[in-house]
């Protein structure tokens, strides 16, 4: 058994929404290119593979709305094309192709993303592609990748319930979560999400850029933290040097830190950082020009809790969650491209007077502290939450501050005609 942890460390560490159909999208006005003022800013759009699935299965349909996002003021769209269900929307070698989920079946025989990248030039609209880093399977449907093979029997996040030892719960058996995530500490796990990177980016050199999202442990605020199946226990064991004598040593039977929390959570944050450095250095190796970017939730302070830390390694944090050491799983020198996710419901501070945190304003005008211009950062927020002046302001704020703006998603842009509100938001920067 240590041999077999001494071995996932060795390779660890040795590398340093909802449905919709086909439909016609608007007529938004036709607005002037932007003005020299807004500069090389990127306006950014975000097409999510579920939301948007039946909605393209046609090349027509891809060249309208690219045809209406470059109207609107987009220069540039991510393109969901690995989802959490685990498959592809690109043509790969090393997953199935994506053509159902659920109800829906999409059959395509021309290659979705090589036509985005292509008809994205014709409007002068760059593409970049996003992934689900570690979801690998819808476990609402019990569909996908880790559902088709036994191979990954013991390799997905497993999570301790109600803070009792003796009952671990494999993220393929929970509903309603995100995706079933795939266990970064494993050594064939890394290989695989590594393998997808590079060969998206080899076989896709018109991109420009690669981006991660949920590239993080789970955890959907229900107060379960998930690493806690004993080949990732054995793995933190030898990699700190501490005996875990109760697994409720790192989360006590009343769910407070327990007294190898702090090093449990650099541990798991490390195991993330490997993995984008991981990946960085393999984009690199195919293309040394092509943008790495990645996604996560802007609030800094909650991020210890998917052990995801997009702060400089320059930023050091206090408090019980931290070691002194804590910083040195930063990984913002790492990315070219920092989506930042200012996916709050307050736009404004004065919105949230009891907790003005959660605002846009403050997460796009506060971010600086962490990144310490180790890379560049743009903004984004979630439309579900918005009306459309708020939208307006949303774009505003993200603009003036960050060095771009990314919308997310298109189905709702859709669904409550919000081209112009993106419109007016962007045309307020360019005055």
Not at 180 to 208: D, H
Not at 228 to 249: Q, Y
Not at 337 to 349: I, P, R, T
């Amino acid at each position: 058994m240590i041999r077999y942890i001494l071995i996932i460390l060795g390779t660890f560490f040795s590398f340093s929404c909802n449905s919709s159909k086909p439909d016609d999208p608007p007529e938004p006005p036709v607005i002037p290119p932007p003005s020299t003022e807004i500069g090389e800013k990127s306006i950014q759009l975000w097409v999510d593979a579920h939301a948007n699935f039946s909605r393209f299965a046609t090349k027509e349909i891809i060249t309208q709305y690219l045809q209406t996002m470059k109207k609107t003021g987009f220069n540039e769209a991510y393109v969901d094309v690995k989802p959490g269900i685990g498959y592809a929307l690109y043509n790969s070698d090393i997953l199935p192709k994506l053509t159902k989920w659920g109800n829906e079946t999409v059959n395509r025989d021309w290659d979705y993303l090589q036509f985005w990248i292509d008809e994205g030039k014709k409007y002068d609209i760059k593409i970049i592609a996003s992934i689900s880093a570690l979801g690998f399977g819808s476990s609402t449907l019990k569909e996908g990748f880790v559902y088709d093979s036994q191979n990954w029997d013991g390799k997905t996040q497993m999570a301790m319930v109600n803070n009792n030892p003796d009952n671990i719960e494999d993220s393929r058996n929970r509903s309603g979560i995100d995706a079933a995530f795939l266990n970064p500490v494993f050594p064939e796990v890394q290989s695989l999400v590594i393998s997808i990177a590079g060969e998206i980016v080899a076989k896709y050199p018109g991109l420009k850029g690669f981006c991660l999202d949920y590239c993080r442990w789970y955890n959907n605020g229900d107060g379960r933290y998930y690493g806690f199946e004993d080949a990732t226990i054995a793995a933190f064991e030898t990699w700190s040097g501490l005996k875990v004598n109760s697994k409720n040593d790192i989360i006590t039977a009343s769910g407070g830190m327990g007294r190898l929390f702090p090093q449990w959570t650099e541990f798991r944050t490390m195991t993330i950082t490997n993995l984008i450095t991981n990946i960085r250095s393999r984009i690199k190796s195919i293309n040394k020009d092509i943008e790495f970017h990645l996604w996560a939730s802007a609030d800094w302070g909650s991020r210890y809790g998917v052990s995801q830390n997009w702060a400089s390694k320059k930023y050091s944090p206090t408090g019980g969650h931290y070691t002194s050491t804590y910083k040195n799983t930063g990984f913002a020198d790492q990315l070219d491209v920092f989506s930042l996710g200012a996916y709050a419901d307050a736009v404004w501070k004065s919105e949230a007077p009891a907790n003005s945190v959660w605002s846009v304003e403050n997460f796009v005008t506060t971010y600086a502290n962490y990144i310490m211009d180790d890379c560049k950062v743009c903004g984004s927020f979630n439309l579900t939450s918005y009306k459309n002046s708020s939208v307006s302001d949303a774009i505003y704020l993200c603009l003036k501050n960050t060095d771009g703006v990314m919308v997310f998603e298109l189905s709702h842009v859709i669904k409550n005609n919000h081209w112009t509100a993106i419109e007016d938001g962007i045309k307020r920067v360019m005055k």
